[in-house]
């Protein structure tokens, strides 16, 4: 079996037969669900350790596995819609195209570029501090993305908060256009 991917092209050698990875292939196989904040998610690990909730920062409201991983995909027409969360998140980029990761922190706003080629300024891992409004789109709106997203301490849905527009805006008035467009309320 041989992979060819990059330039449009994402599909599997097998046996002389050209099978085409799709983002439907990948939603099926992989038993993926809608996210709350867009695209398709599912758990693939939550560790059997627990921290004790005094031995978090006040920003948890009780204890948290030490870490836990999602699968992700994101498709054309679709965005992860500017959240935070009170831990760090890792995301890591297994298949498809480019993705686009902003950040908005006390420093203001940062790209970082999700992918493999390393010329075009991309990584293959990319970290999102602990506390930091995020989204992410794909950089070509044209195809997918699958990704992971590791969490530490482990996610849960008690620290996860939308962000809302009008709000986000006064407080990065700079960065108005981007949070605009990966806002959904």
Request: net charge negative.
């Amino acid at each position: 079996m041989q992979l060819e991917t990059g330039s449009g092209i994402n599909r599997r050698i097998d046996n002389g037969v050209y099978v085409n990875f799709t983002a439907e292939h990948f939603i099926k196989t992989l038993d993926l669900q809608r996210h709350p904040e867009g695209g398709y998610y599912r758990e693939i690990y939550r560790s059997n350790l627990e921290i004790p909730q005094t031995a978090l920062p006040v920003s948890f409201s009780g204890a948290r596995n030490c870490s836990t991983a999602i699968y992700y995909l994101l498709q054309k027409g679709d965005f992860s819609a500017f959240h935070k969360i009170s831990s760090d998140e890792l995301w890591h980029f297994y298949f498809g195209d480019t993705i686009l990761i902003h950040v908005l922190d006390e420093r203001g706003y940062t790209l970082h570029r999700l992918g493999l080629s390393s010329e075009k300024g991309e990584y293959p891992v990319v970290v999102v501090p602990a506390g930091s409004w995020f989204a992410a789109e794909l950089a070509s709106q044209t195809g997918f993305a699958l990704m992971g997203c590791t969490v530490a301490p482990g996610f849960d849905f008690a620290d996860f908060r939308m962000a809302e527009r009008e709000q986000l805006v006064k407080e990065f008035s700079p960065s108005a256009d981007i949070i605009g467009r990966l806002t959904r309320a």
